[in-house]
Each structure stands twice: as C-alpha cells, then as structure tokens.
C-alpha cells in the first residue's frame, strides 16, 4: 500500500514539473506597438562640390568721406548733428570771415592799382620808353598781387563747409565756438545706400579669388543672405597678419549698417566636408545628436560638428555619406521609435 502511493506521489511531482518546465520554455508573446508610427521627412547625409572656408569682415559705405577744415578760425556756425540727412552742396559749417574779408579787400585794392600800372608799361614798353627789366618788374608784382587776390578769395569760399555728396552725418567733432584749424575734422559723412563687405583673407586663398567673383554673405545681426561681387583686391598682403585685403560689394537692402559684422564663403579649393541641415541636429546637454533611419526606426547617432555655415553645419564624425537621417525631429522622439517617411529623400 505505502508503495503504491508512493509511486502516485511521484507521479503528480514528475507532471507538475515537466507543465512548470514546459511554461518557461515558451516564446514571450508579440508586443503590440503602443504608438502608431511617427511622420518624419528624411535627408541623405551628401557632400558637396567644392569646400567652402567662412571668412569674418566688416561693412564699410563705399561713399565715406572725413570732412576737415582748411583754414584757422572759429567755428560761427555748425548746423549739422550725428544723423542729419545732408544735400550735396548743403551747406554744414562756417568759419568767421572776417579777417579772411579784410585780406581779400586789401588784395583787391593793390590788384587794381597794379592792374592800371601794368596796362601803361605795356604801352611804354611799345613806345620803347622803358627798358624790358623796368616792365618785367612791374609784371612780376602784377602776377604777384593776382595770386594774393586769387588765396584769399579761395579762403573766403573755405571758410563755408558744404556736403561733398548724399549721405548722413555719422560722427560729428566740432561744435559751434570751437577753433578750427587747418587738418582737424569737423565731420564724418558716408552715404548709406551703397554698401561693401572688407575682409581679410588668409594667404592660403590668395588664388582663390578674382575681380568681379559672386560670392554668399551673411550679415548676421540684419538676418540677410545676400550676394557679393568682388571689386577690390589688395595686390599684396600684410605682413603681421599675413592675410591680404578684398572689398565685395553688396546691393542695397534695408537693414545694412556700417560696422556691422559679416561673413564671406570663399572656395577653399579642397574637398567638401559632410554637412546637413542645422535642423537635423538635436543638443541635449552637452551631446550633439541627429536621429538616422534604420528598419522602419529612429536610432539615435551622437555626432561631433564642426562650422556653421548658414543653415547647414558640417559634420566631422558619427555620420556618414549616403544615410538617411530625420530633417527635422522634434525633442520627444526617442531612440528606436517607429517612423513613416512622408516623401522621397
């Protein structure tokens, strides 16, 4: 009897283990995907044709000019302030006349008395009553007195300080009562619908460039792409700096102010690095990352980059030639996340 259950007992041990065993030798079941898959558009990591080097400069109006006084004297009148919009021939400075007045009559006088006396030599000398050495001295204190005459007359027109063309007043040094003297600036004036980019180039391009290339600027703080043309280039460069001087210039557009910061892509001669579009790459701390696609998901790839040029920025290692990476994937997607294209890449 004790063996029989026994043996029973053995029995239901050896079933109930073979069913435990045989529940952990299943698969687990499918899981369901618990999102529907996300619409993204994708890009082909490519290279370009050519390499393209950035190069920083300043906008500079291509009309500038410092307007200084040529005579000595008190400023009577100064009626034009940083801003004011200036004529050509407008009329922003005087200089007392008075003395410069005073010479000119004095000039004036001795011109006249001389002008008669020289009128009666020439007769005189016709009429060989004069020797030739009488009549070339009172010539030669006749020209005299015309150029006494003709220098103060010329300083009588200095002393008024006109706009040499359009433009805007953009530095003013004087005010009315100060002491203007021959050399000191009164004013800066440019002219602000003409407009260029100076940059200074590295030697390693000097062949890079020519007159009258086309190439892209960026002016950062008007938010403007706009297109160069080349139409200085300095024929030697410096030598503290080693970098040679060339001067784009810009069309006119509104927002283009002088001094402001600009950049210039100049081609480099090399080969293309790898870049895509700014959008691409997401920033999590301190990581840089872009999402590729990988059987039908997003797998996230860190990514080193390298210069910003426009709206692309170039990508030095995590990415390669020819992959399909998200254009622009928002900060919730995850790594292995389900996607479905939306176009073409």
Known sequence: MNSVLHMRWWFVLTAGLGVWLAGCGKPPAPQV???????VELGTAG???EALEE??????????????????????????DVGTQ????????????????ARLSAAQAALTQLEAEHARYIKLLAERVITQQEF????????????????????????????PFDGVVTRKWVDRGDMAAPG???????SPTAWRLEAQ???SLAGSVRLNDRMPVWIDAAQLQLEGVVSEIAPSSDVSTHTFTIKLNLPSTAGIRSGQFGRVQVKSGGAAALAIPSTAILKRGQMEMVFVAEGGRARMRLVRTGKTQGSSTEILSGLDAGELFLLCPTAEIQDGQAIQPTAKP
Not at 33 to 39: G, Q
Not at 59 to 80: C, D, F, M, N, W
Not at 137 to 162: F, K, M, N, P, W
């Open 47 to 49: 290279r370009g044709g």
């Open 55 to 80: 190069v920083p400069g300043t906008v500079r109006p291509i009309l500038y000019a410092q307007i200084a006084s040529k005579l000595t004297g008190v400023l009577l009148e100064v009626s034009a």
């Open 201 to 203: 180039l590295p030697e």
């Open 86 to 101: 200036v004529k050509v021939g407008q009329v922003i400075a005087r200089i007392d006349e008075r003395e410069i007045r």
């Open 33 to 39: 995907e618990a999102t529907p898959p996300v619409a």
């Open 184 to 190: 000191k600036v009164l004013f800066d004036i440019e």
């Open 136 to 163: 070339d001295g009172v010539r030669s204190r006749y020209e005299q007195s015309r150029a006494a005459h003709a220098e103060a007359d010329s300083q009588l027109e200095d002393a008024t300080i006109c706009a």
